[in-house]
Each structure stands twice: as structure tokens, then as C-alpha cells.
């Protein structure tokens, strides 16, 4: 049974990892307590204590303001932990699985469903030091499968919280009663984080590269959240009442992040399109049985 490290231990995805492959990995989660990736220089030594085949890096400095306010710090969760981490994983033969994101794409003026040959371009902190990051993975690691995520969702489960997402914001407007707005001015793939999990196994045995990893979807916010909200009631009224078209948001500059994910469908791993997405979720959460 292989061994793997997985970074982040405490988050979304890397528990969501661990908990679905326990039978098929001997798992080493480590959180902040065990390495803190914003000392770099403590990284490669932390490493040495433990003896594995595989690393998995979930872990991240992630909110966009976080990172727009504390650039010297994002850069070093970011970016030059992850240098230490190729460095090690070179030195001692180690698999690496690292994560990108859509936001590498989030300054592209114009284009759709890019992928993972398409020049990247970020107007954001996070998303220039995610770029910076891949470049080092995949121009001076040996041996890694790196996955550009687009907007991941999932639901709350004991002991674990889910990262905000579409679907905990629309079922939070209807539960709640409270109307919330939603853009019209922004397309994003929205991938069930359930799916990264279910192919754990697949994943690292990929062949060496960078793969997107995202759920098709034809429609912009406002419309997803809107195709969200009608698996809770099919009353429209209702819909209308609690699920508003936000013209103003990015109404300078609309949003396309979607990303092709024909390279790793190609490759036997299936995402499915938006619909599918959101079914399964609801399903597996209790919200919806056909």
C-alpha cells in the first residue's frame, strides 16, 4: 500500500481524499501543527521525517483579499513552499500531486472553455503567484499530475465544512429566506468536489502533466444558481423571490473562467456537465432522490 502525504489535511479537499481512499492508501495527513508553509526554509527538514511514495498539496493561502493585503506571505504559501516541495520530491523520487486553479485565466479578455495549453493571465495576487507556482511544478519537478480546479463544491459533513460555494449559497438564500443576488456577467465551471475524491486512485496514476479538472457548464452564475434552486422547489415565484440577476457585478469586465476538460476525460476520468454535478451532490447529501 502506498504511502501519501497529503498537506492541507484539514481541508475540504484533502479530507475528502482521505476519507474516500483509507482502504487504498496509508494516508499521512499533515496540517499547519506539523509543517507551516509560510516558514520556507523549515520545509524540506520537516519533510525528511517522513518516508512516503506520494505528496499531496492541498495546502494553500486561498482568499482572494487575504492575498491582495499580504503579498510577501501569499507568495511564500504559494509559491516558495512549493519550491521547497518540488525540491524534495526530486531529491527522494516522490510523486508529487499539486493544485492549480481557474484563476490563472481570470485576466483573459476574451475566450472560453481554455485549456491546458492556453497562455494564462491573472489580474490577482492569488492567481499570479498560482501561475508562478505551476510553472515551477511542471518546468522543474520529475515526476507530477498537476490540477487546474475550477470553482469546487460540496456540502458540510460531520467534522468537516465545506469552502463557500454556489450551492451552500443557494440553498442558504431559500432555506433562509434571505434574497440573495447573483451575476449575470460571470461563467465558471462548478465541479462536484465528491468527483476529485472518487478518482483519487486514477488521478495518481496519470500520466506526468497538467490536467484540468473541471465540470462542463453553459451557463453564468445567476442561471446556475437558478438551475440550483429549482431541485428545492419549482415554485418560480419563490425562485424569483430569493434568487436575483445582479447586472452591476463585472459588468466592466464579464468573467469566463471555464475550462475544456477533454485531456483528462480522454484519460478516463469523467466530470460530467452542471446538472449531473448538482444531482449527485444532492443526492449523496440527502436533498434530492430522483
Known amino acids: 500500500m502506498k504511502k501519501v502525504l497529503v498537506t492541507g489535511a484539514n481541508g475540504y479537499l484533502a479530507s475528502l481524499i482521505i476519507n474516500t481512499n483509507q482502504h487504498l492508501f496509508e494516508f ?38 487575504d492575498c491582495e493585503q499580504n503579498p510577501t506571505l501569499s507568495h511564500k504559501v504559494n509559491v516558495e513552499s512549493v519550491a521547497e516541495i518540488v525540491r524534495y520530491c526530486n531529491d527522494n523520487n516522490i510523486r508529487l500531486i499539486g493544485f492549480s486553479s481557474e484563476q490563472v485565466v481570470n485576466g483573459k479578455m476574451s475566450g472560453s472553455f481554455f485549456d491546458e495549453d492556453t ?10 503567484d498560482k501561475i508562478e507556482a505551476d510553472e515551477i511544478i511542471k518546468n522543474q519537478c520529475h515526476d507530477f499530475v498537476l490540477l487546474r480546479l475550477s470553482w469546487m463544491f460540496g456540502l458540510d459533513y460531520p467534522g468537516v465544512t465545506a469552502s463557500p460555494n454556489l450551492v451552500k449559497n443557494v440553498m442558504n438564500a431559500l432555506l433562509h429566506r434571505i434574497p440573495t443576488q447573483f451575476t449575470v456577467n460571470e461563467f465558471r465551471g462548478l465541479t462536484y468536489a465528491q468527483h476529485l475524491a472518487n478518482h483519487f486512485d486514477k488521478i495518481v496514476n496519470l500520466e506526468k502533466g497538467l490536467y484540468n479538472f473541471s465540470a462542463m457548464n453553459n451557463l453564468n452564475t445567476y442561471e446556475s444558481a437558478r438551475l440550483i434552486a429549482s431541485y428545492f422547489t419549482k415554485d418560480e415565484v419563490e425562485i ?29 476520468i469523467e466530470l460530467y456537465d452542471l446538472e449531473t454535478n448538482i444531482e449527485q451532490c444532492l443526492t449523496d447529501f440527502g436533498w434530492y432522490k430522483k
Open 119 to 128: 497562455d494564462t493571465c491573472s489580474v490577482t495576487r492569488y492567481g499570479q
Open 28 to 65: 499521512i495527513p499533515i496540517s499547519r501543527n506539523q509543517i507551516d508553509f509560510s516558514k520556507v526554509e523549515t520545509i524540506y527538514s520537516s519533510l525528511q521525517n517522513y518516508q512516503v511514495d506520494i505528496i499531496v498539496h492541498t495546502a494553500a493561502m486561498t482568499q482572494t483579499l
Open 240 to 268: 424569483d423571490q430569493y434568487i436575483l440577476r445582479n447586472e452591476e457585478k463585472y459588468n466592466d469586465l464579464p468573467r469566463d473562467y471555464r475550462l475544456s476538460n477533454q485531456k483528462i476525460s480522454n484519460n478516463g
